[in-house]
């Protein structure tokens, strides 16, 4: 199969779909791959290296969409680039089509096969291909609320840590999953009073033995989610429910009442955002303030450290990747898996939570591929 792998135009994303490392796997498998001339910058990866993997390099995305059988990128496309996919041409990537009705439009127009990183599952009911963006930005998120809560920042002056003698900041995260377990860990590490919040019991016994009773656990309910927030100097959002919209769990007459300062990290803005009053950001201007809260929702965090995050995204992506090439859409009627992470073929929609939250018909994917 002819692979192509499109530098990525969203801004500030230095993410690539495939390393050298992996263009040699895919090379080594027998296929053909065609990369888009500097796509590896912002990993310091240069086209001689891509060559040297066995790549063929090319000079702009349309050769690389008009060649390709296979799409390999990392962020969703965008309007320029869903414009140039076409029927049978199968997209890899993540695409967060639940709260972006335009992107989902556009593929549907296409005609092609999208299959996207945040669906795909695994033998143990996890997202694999989720996992190591979500650990990149659980423990981002935390470097982030540290620097917006910097006064020059708007933030209250608090360090995170203290120092002895002065209280800590008081951290909540909603959510227990990997998102939320990595910025625990990573404000706990940096001294702060952390809560977790979640519905799941047996996954707040989990994390209670992880920290060692470092870290309150809290049942989520409404009352408990407000009287965390209401306490907290910072709020980290990092709640998923696969291929749907993100629930609002805050709202803004709760966060009005937050302190003058304090920090709202929205991990789940992929998704739409699990607070109210958030809104996708840059990495170039990341934050704005609500009712002297700060917003920081950048959408894409962790295209800021694209090197640890390309290298993560490759080792989880590079099997199910493999299996497309090989076999194309038959892996995906094959294999359970890549099945979950079909949402979009032949101009309709095959995820129901997607179909769902966009309020558009579902076609099992039986249906899709007659």
Not at 144 to 154: E, F, I, N
Not at 344 to 356: I, K, Q
């Amino acid at each position: 199969m002819k692979v192509g792998v499109p530098k990525e135009i969203k801004a500030h994303e230095y993410r690539v779909g495939l390393t050298p490392g992996a263009v040699r796997e895919y090379v080594a498998a027998g296929h053909n791959v065609v990369v888009e001339t500097d796509a590896g910058a912002g990993i310091g990866a240069t086209d001689n290296d891509y060559r040297k993997a066995g790549a063929t390099i090319l000079d702009s995305a349309r050769e690389i969409f008009a060649s390709s059988e296979m799409i390999v990128k990392v962020k969703e496309p965008q309007p320029s680039e869903w414009t140039q996919l076409r029927e049978n041409q199968i997209l890899f990537t993540y695409l967060h089509l639940a709260p972006d009705p335009e992107q989902a439009k556009g593929l549907l127009n296409s005609g092609c096969t999208a299959i996207a990183y945040e669906t795909v599952t695994d033998a143990h009911g996890g997202l694999p291909l989720l996992a190591p963006m979500s650990e990149v930005a659980g423990r981002l998120a935390i470097e982030a609320a540290g620097s917006a809560l910097k006064r020059y920042s708007g933030g209250r002056g608090l360090l995170i840590g203290g120092v002895p003698g002065v209280q800590p900041a008081r951290i909540v995260v909603i959510g227990g999953g990997v998102v939320g377990t990595h910025a625990a860990r990573m404000a706990v590490g940096l001294g702060a009073e952390v809560t977790v919040i979640d519905r799941s019991i047996p996954r707040l016994r989990e994390l209670d033995e992880l920290f060692g009773g470092r870290v309150r656990t809290r049942f989520s309910t409404i009352d408990s989610v407000e009287d965390e927030v209401l306490a907290a100097d910072v709020v980290i959002g990092a709640v998923l429910v696969p291929g749907a919209s993100a629930p609002k769990l805050v709202s803004r007459g709760v966060l009005s009442s937050m302190r003058d300062g304090a920090v709202i990290v929205d991990v789940a803005i992929d998704q739409g955002g699990c607070f109210e009053t958030s809104h996708a950001t840059t990495h170039a201007d990341p934050t704005y303030k609500v009712d002297g809260v700060i917003h920081y929702c950048v959408a894409n965090m962790p295209g800021a450290v694209p090197l640890t995050s390309s290298q993560a995204l490759n080792n989880a992506t590079l099997p199910f990747g493999l299996a497309l090439a090989n076999k194309g859409f038959s892996a995906v009627l094959e294999n359970p898996h890549l099945r979950a992470g079909l949402n979009v073929h032949r101009g309709r929609l095959t995820y129901r939570a997607v179909a769902e939250s966009l309020g558009l018909p579902f076609s099992p994917i039986e249906q899709a591929a007659a």
